[in-house]
């Protein structure tokens, strides 16, 4: 009896170890043994066992499969304030401009390099787009003033003055000739770039108005997106409201699709997609962030499908199925996201954050190994005559005759030490270099340049008492220039935010920071006597 007991327990592991003649052999009762499948049925059984799969399995399974894939790379730069809007220009090279605390920045479309700033802004900037044939820039602000900029020189050709309010919302018209703005007095204004005129006013919105799009469909419509939770649509032909929307929270941001019958607005927790068509129909809700979702844009990010992409301040972007409007995949950002933009052929995406660190996403090109997240490398700026413009002089030619032409060799120029040193990393002395050469545009290109590296605080903060003597010294001297005294100061609150407390008490430090105060007091009184001048001025040209 032992040993029928003990064959028929092994019968059991075996059967239960999927040994199937064991179990029989034994003869195990605990589960019947399972059928033989029929040779010529055998090619159908992974069939049958696929379709007996979870409904939820089969259907991301199919997401899985309509997934674009995120063949990007990315690079990173940081940004002297919160990064607030990024646009592209819709001409090759496709450059892009960054607006981000008080000053505008333009970047490569093909290198991701800083070409230019603009910087002509009392207060933080806002909203900075490109018109279509990428010569002009136009911006809001802080100071309720949309400016209009030449994208090469940087000259300033316009500035708009209509709103009471700040202004976030500033974008060019198809037709070139037209700026549509936006501002928190609830206006949306129309203005003639050629004559610097206000052309249409539009009135409907009852709270801040933070984002506009043009419609692919017709120039003549545009949608902007306000606080009051309401979406409208306007024609500026016939000067009134077509259809308005409500979406359920503060508008944030707003996109057309490619074809124009649908909008997509985001705001809140949710992104909302309507049909307009109609009267403006709501096609479908999605909650697609835990935080306030704070831009939205349409890409064809696989073929020409294009997909619906959202950044929130839970610091996620996310790729929605057009089809199933469902996430497709999510990607994690250090920091919360304010901005989002990408090319127009969705191959460089944008985000920036509150933090003003910039991410550009590139996409890989074949033969490109994915990399991790790199700061933007910097180059020093050649200027004509260096030697990088000229070949190397070539070794006397074999066989030449004595009447042949020489060519002499161009002199060869070198580059400045501060750019030397900055190739090196050695930006400690970089900053000393620059000082030396006593020009303040010398000084805010190595100052802007650390700071796009992201090493200015840390700089100051290893300066030497030595070099803070120095700073200070250039701020006071450079004080009461107009061009130059916005950078300075700039300068001095970095300094004073990273200084450590032990140089408080050098008798050097002690004395360039008395120097600089009563340049200051002397300067403030100037201003003082200027506004009373000025005011009188204009009383006299009143009269």
Not at 57 to 78: H, K, N, V
Not at 292 to 317: C, F, K, Q, Y
Not at 398 to 409: N, R
């Amino acid at each position: 009896m032992p040993n029928t007991m003990h064959h028929r327990r092994h019968a059991c592991r075996s059967r239960r170890q999927g040994t199937a003649a064991a179990a029989t052999a034994a003869g195990c009762c605990c589960r019947r043994p399972t059928a033989a499948v029929p040779t010529a049925f055998k090619h159908l059984q992974p069939a049958r066992q696929q379709h007996q799969q979870p409904r939820s399995t089969m259907l991301a399974l199919q997401q899985q499969e309509r997934a674009p894939d995120w063949p990007f790379r990315q690079q990173a730069a940081q940004l002297l304030g919160a990064a607030t809007s990024i646009d592209f220009c819709p001409t090759a090279p496709h450059d892009y401009c960054v607006s981000a605390g008080t000053r505008m920045h333009v970047f490569d479309g093909a290198t991701s390099a800083a070409k230019r700033q603009f910087t002509r802004f009392k207060d933080k900037a806002y909203g900075g787009s490109f018109r279509r044939d990428g010569r002009l820039i136009a911006a809001g602000g802080e100071a309720s003033v949309v400016q209009v900029f030449d994208a090469g020189s940087r000259t300033l050709l316009r500035q708009f003055k209509g709103h009471k309010a700040p202004v976030h919302v500033a974008r060019f018209a198809a037709d070139n000739l037209h700026v549509l703005t936006g501002g928190d007095d609830g206006l949306v204004l129309m203005w003639d770039v050629t004559s610097g005129q206000q052309v249409s006013t539009f009135r409907g919105h009852t709270d801040y108005v933070r984002s506009a799009a043009s419609s692919p469909a017709s120039a003549d419509l545009w949608a902007t997106g306000g606080y009051d939770h309401i979406c409208k649509l306007w024609d500026t032909r016939q000067l009134r409201c077509l259809a308005s929307v409500d979406h359920g929270a503060p508008i944030e941001s707003v996109a057309f699709f490619p074809s124009g019958s649908l909008l997509v607005t985001a705001g809140g927790t949710d992104i909302c997609i309507w049909s307009m068509l109609g009267s403006g129909q709501l096609v479908q809700r999605i909650t697609a962030h835990q935080k306030t979702a704070t831009s939205v844009l349409v890409a064809p990010l696989a073929g020409a499908e294009p997909h619906v992409l959202s950044a929130g301040l839970d610091g996620h972007i996310k790729v929605i199925d057009p089809e199933s409007y469902r996430p497709l995949t999510i990607h994690k950002y250090p920091a919360p996201i304010l901005s989002l933009a990408a090319s127009p052929a969705a191959d460089v995406v944008a985000a920036g954050m509150a933090d003003g660190t910039l991410s550009v996403q590139r996409r890989k090109t074949q033969g490109t190994a994915a990399t991790e997240p790199t700061r933007l490398r910097w180059r020093p700026q050649r200027v004509a005559g260096a030697r990088a413009h000229y070949a190397a002089p070539k070794r006397a030619i074999i066989g030449a005759q004595e009447a042949d032409a020489t060519v002499a060799a161009q002199p060869q120029v070198g580059v400045p030490q501060h750019e030397e040193l900055l190739l090196k990393f050695r930006f400690t002395e970089a900053l000393e270099a620059a000082l030396n050469t006593q020009r303040w545009e010398v000084v805010d290109r190595v100052v802007q340049t650390l700071a796009l590296h992201g090493a200015l605080e840390a700089t100051l903060a290893a300066a030497p008492p030595e070099l803070v003597a120095e700073v200070l010294q250039h701020v006071r001297r450079q004080l009461g220039m107009p061009g130059a005294a916005r950078y300075a100061l700039g300068l001095a609150d970095v300094l004073f935010n990273s200084c450590p407390p032990a140089l408080a008490g050098e008798q050097t430090t002690l004395e360039r920071l008395q120097q600089l105060r009563s340049a200051v007091a002397e300067e403030l009184r100037t201003q003082e006597q200027l506004m009373v001048v000025a005011g009188m001025v204009a009383a006299v040209q009143q009269a």
